[in-house]
């Protein structure tokens, strides 16, 4: 049954991803959810034991390079679209290191069998919770806003000081939600 609802999730999530890209504006956006999406795909590839091999960590580390560039490159002026500041980067870039955190623990626990240190289990509960937790917080956010505090144009935001577009909360909650489940399939 696990497997099933992994799938159906997993399934869902590249749609959402398919949706965010189709509504994205410039390249960077459109690459950003390419990339979450990889990112996200990466230790699932390893749950669903996908003949893969090294192709997990190649993806994990082109998204973490493409992610680091986006914290560190130098902005312009006419860059002040929503979601392309430094911030939005650097908690993709937080995620993109989850992804691999549990890309790399999954990989030494399927060589290694089952690693029951109660440190390993707490450590990996606690972050599948932070992950579950920063899921509902971009449903929350994306959808429980009210709308008199909405902006009148239907650009994606993803600033407090307006609704975020549906198809940007609901991938990222949903990609959160993905390596969530990849944390508890660990414990």
């Not at 679209?81 to 937080?94: D, I, V």
């Not at 932070?130 to 935001?157: I, M, Y």
């Not at 198809?167 to 993905?178: D, N």
Request: glycine share 10%; aromatic share 10%.
């Amino acid at each position: 049954m696990m497997g099933i609802n992994f799938a159906v999730l997993l399934s869902i999530t590249v749609l959402a991803g398919a949706a965010r890209l189709l509504t994205a504006g410039p390249l960077p956006a459109k690459l950003d959810a390419v990339t979450l999406t990889v990112a996200a795909l990466a230790p699932a590839s390893l749950i669903g034991a996908w003949p893969v091999d090294w192709a997990p960590y190649l993806a994990l580390a082109c998204a973490a390079l493409w992610f680091l560039w986006r914290v560190v490159a130098p902005r312009t002026a006419g860059q002040g679209t929503a979601g392309a500041g430094r911030g939005a980067a650097f908690y993709r870039l937080l995620f993109t290191g989850a992804a691999a955190w549990i890309t790399v623990s999954l990989a030494s626990s399927h060589a290694l069998g089952p690693g029951g240190q109660l440190g390993g289990i707490l450590l990996h509960t606690i972050a599948a919770v932070a992950l579950v937790f920063a899921a509902a917080a971009w449903l929350l956010v994306t959808f429980a806003l009210p709308q008199e505090s909405a902006p009148q144009d239907s650009a994606p935001r993803y600033s407090t000081g307006g609704k975020i577009h549906p198809a940007v909360g609901l991938h990222e909650a949903l990609v959160a939600g993905v390596v969530a489940l990849c944390f508890f399939a660990l414990v």
